[in-house]
Each structure stands twice: as C-alpha cells, then as structure tokens.
C-alpha cells in the first residue's frame, strides 16, 4: 500500500471530536442530572458515541467522541434541548483515538460533596502536610495558577527542585490517589489533578548538572508501562534529564510490543519505565518483569540501564529486583544523576 492509501486509510477510522459548554436554564437536583446521565448514556450507545458531562457552577461542559454522523445526530439533539442556553462550541474535530473509551458518558458533578482531604497527608511530617493539602486542593481545583504560585514562593524561600519533588509534588500525587481510593473525588477528577501537577512540575528548575554528566550526552527513553495512563513521573523526569544535558526520547506505549520497537529504534544508554505516582499498581509488576526481561534481548552498543519509578516502588513496596531493574528511583529527584552513575558503571565491565 502506498505512503498516501495507507494514511488516508487511517483517517478514514479517526473519529469526530465536539466539545461545548453551555449555562443550565435552572439548577437541576442531583436526581435530576443522574436522570439526565441515564437518559445520555442510551442515547449515545445507540450510535456509539462515547464522552464525558461535567456540571459545575450552573454550567455544563460536555464532549462528544464517536462516528461523525453519530456526534452530529447527538449534536442535533442537545443543540435543541431547552435544558441549557448560551452554547459555545470550544472545539470541533476530528482525532485518531477516542479518550474516553467504554464511557457511554461520564458524569462528574460538584453538586456531590467536595472531595475530603483532611487525611490526605497521612504520615507526612505536619510541617509538609499543610503544604501537600493545600497543593491537593488547588490541583483538583485545577488551578494551575495558584500550583505554579505556590511552587515559586517555596523556591523563594529556599526549596531545591529535589525538595519540590520529594516533598511536595511526589506527595501530593500520592494524597490524590488516596482521595480516589477513599472515594472521595472521581478517576476524572484524579487524572485532571494529576495533570495539573504535571503542568506546575515545569515550573520547577533543576540544579545544575556535574558537566562529567553534560559532556558525556547520554541518552535515555522515558516511558510509561504499557497502558499506563498516569504520566506525571515521566514528565518530570524529561525535563529533569533534559536540563541535564541528557538526550530525551518519550514514549506513552499501549503494548509491550509498541516499547520494545521505541527501544530497537533508540537504543538508548537508560530506559526508565514509570508505573503511576498516585496510585499502586500491584497488578501491573508481570507485565513490567516481562517489558524488562524482553528489553535485555534488544541489540545495543552497550548495556542499557533500567530504571522503574511510581508509588510501587517509591514506598518499597516493590523492589528493582521484583522486576529484574537495574534501579528503582524511590524519587523522581536526582534520579539524571544517580542514572549517569549506573551508565558509568555499566560500561565499565
């Protein structure tokens, strides 16, 4: 198949994309929105149109994902719903993956009770916990504003980036996965304030890197396990390893498959593969002993390091020997140092 049927082959399965947001013509009870759910979910099975409902403060956000004839005839529907006025359409288009997979719709609402974070910062030292509260509640908020805010006054006050890492941003990931587990906010919820803490985390600058490390320009591929849909570590560790002087590849891989043929086309000196930072992942330690022990077989011109990170392995519940790693990072912090060291090492046998 040629380069151009091949590509217009695979938009011809992307799907239609439509996001609006809308102000509700009066409040609706609880009752009433589940009804409203109910009623969507049916509607948008039937065509196969997938999405997420948000409701907040009198207005409603809502996207749409599925078949293009399929968005429009739903499309159609709530643009004469007299539920809602003032629509806006934020976004029309078209996408080759749908986010919101075996949602017939997602409802999230703040007419249910705000999520409870007075224990969100269990067994962090009290002179941390109002820290990583308060960084919690503005990252479920959204508010990415007042994260990066609160991130810069620490470094005014002297905090390092490995202070803000370990301290803050790695805690507060943790208190959001415990408020999930608890029942306390929703997955949607859960991943949008992890997102926040990802944007904020770019606020953070690194020290500087020994130039042993910048001159050698080592090279590294930063991954999420295979269908890992939390990426925070990665995230931070790019921009870590990048200010270090490091060569930065990422990959967000759905298979195993998919990771081993980034690591062929690489062939980096490290490989760091990250398991979420809110949440543990017991289930997940098979697929990421078999991504590590198939990695071994992948050809290089040297030994390839591996590194494993997330809250597995930041509260030792897992080892790098659980896993057949090389190393597993109990912090994202210093980890473009300790990694360099284990390049070295490795080389040296």
């Known amino acids: 198949m040629a380069r151009t049927e091949k590509l217009q082959s695979e938009q011809d399965n992307w799907i239609g994309c439509l996001t609006y947001q809308s102000t509700a013509t009066s409040k609706p009870s609880a009752a009433e929105l589940r009804s409203l759910a109910h009623q969507a979910r049916t509607r948008n099975r039937s065509v196969g149109v997938t999405g997420m409902l948000l409701f907040e403060e009198g207005r409603f956000l809502q996207t749409l994902e599925g078949p293009p004839e399929g968005v429009e005839a739903i499309w159609s529907s709530v643009a004469r719903d007299q539920r809602h006025s003032e629509i806006e359409v934020l976004s029309r288009h078209m996408a080759p993956a749908r986010l919101f997979t075996g949602w017939d719709l997602f409802l999230s609402s703040k007419l249910s009770h705000a999520p409870d974070l007075a224990d969100a910062a269990a ?7 109002k820290h990583v509260r308060k960084a919690a509640r503005h990252a479920l908020d959204g508010d990415d504003i007042a994260l990066n805010a609160m991130i810069a006054a620490l470094a005014e006050q002297g905090w390092t980036s490995a202070a803000v890492l370990n301290l803050l941003i790695e805690p507060t990931a943790r208190a959001l996965g415990d408020a999930w587990l608890a029942d306390d906010c929703s997955e949607l919820d859960l991943t949008i304030a992890l997102s926040m803490l990802q944007l904020a985390g770019h606020a953070v600058r690194y020290e500087t890197a020994p130039q042993a490390i910048r001159s050698s320009r080592y090279s590294i591929l930063l991954a999420t396990a295979p269908g890992e849909p939390h990426m925070l570590g990665t995230a931070l560790l ?3 390893f990048t200010d270090a002087g490091w060569e930065v590849e990422m990959t967000f891989p759905d298979s195993e498959e998919a990771l081993l043929n980034q690591l062929r086309a690489q062939r980096p000196d490290a490989l760091d593969i990250g398991l979420s930072d809110a949440l543990f992942r017991q289930q997940s330690l098979i697929g990421l002993r078999s ?5 071994r077989s992948v050809p290089a ?10 809250r597995l392995f930041a509260e030792a519940a897992a080892t790098a020997a659980t896993v057949g790693a090389d190393h597993a990072r109990t912090t994202a912090a210093g980890a473009s140092v300790r990694m360099a060291e284990l390049v070295r090492q490795s080389r040296q046998f």
Do not use: F, K, L, Y
């Open 301 to 310: 011109n040297h030994p390839t390091v591996v590194s494993v990170g997330g």
């Open 291 to 295: 991504v590590i022990e198939h990695s």
């Open 238 to 240: 790019a921009d870590q």
């Open 123 to 129: 067994g962090i030292p009290p002179a941390m916990a």
